[in-house]
């Protein structure tokens, strides 16, 4: 769904028309949740986040003067997901524990493999593949969800495709 058609769909939402809703969330339930994973790691904080976003849509959709509401919904998304990390962070901090949430016996061996060169990468380069390579943004969507420089933005991806690059060949 592009700008003009989602800009269209949340005027129906803020109207009261469910169905409306409902093709919003169809379609952007599964990249949001994928952005979100890749930040935070767990699956089960990734389906929270991704509900609690679609929840606070759905109470408040953003207005009419958004301009490009796509790009807005998933800077929602990340900046629930970047919270939910610093509270994890905080957590774990207190209570001087660390755990992983990736079980390695729920992978086969190669998604494994990749899921564990990508958290390798700073979570800012994260983001950048996830929004590139899963959602396939353009690099002008990313840098403006990330309020990054276009440049910068592209920059940050040679940086993290070579790291995955290295990573994946050690392995």
Request: net charge neutral; aromatic share 8%.
């Amino acid at each position: 769904m592009d700008a003009k058609e989602l800009a269209k769909q949340f005027s129906k939402v803020r109207s009261g028309d469910k169905e409306a809703f409902s093709i919003i969330y169809h379609d952007m339930k599964t990249p949001i949740y994928a952005v979100v994973l890749r930040i935070v790691g767990s699956r089960e904080t990734a389906e929270d986040i991704t509900q609690e976003l679609f929840v606070k849509l759905f109470v408040s959709p953003p207005d009419t003067s958004i301009k490009n509401p796509r790009a807005w919904v998933f800077q929602m998304a990340r900046n629930l997901a970047l919270d939910a990390l610093r509270k994890k962070q905080h957590a774990e901090l207190d209570n001087n524990a660390s755990s992983s949430d990736i079980p390695v016996d729920e992978w086969m061996s190669m998604q494994y493999d990749i899921e564990k060169a990508i958290m390798r990468l700073s979570t800012e380069e994260r983001e950048i593949v996830t929004y590139y390579l899963t959602i396939g943004l353009s690099f002008k969507e990313v840098a403006s969800i990330m309020d990054l420089s276009l440049s910068a933005t592209y920059r940050r991806y040679r940086k993290a495709l070579t790291v995955l690059r290295e990573h994946l060949q050690e392995v």
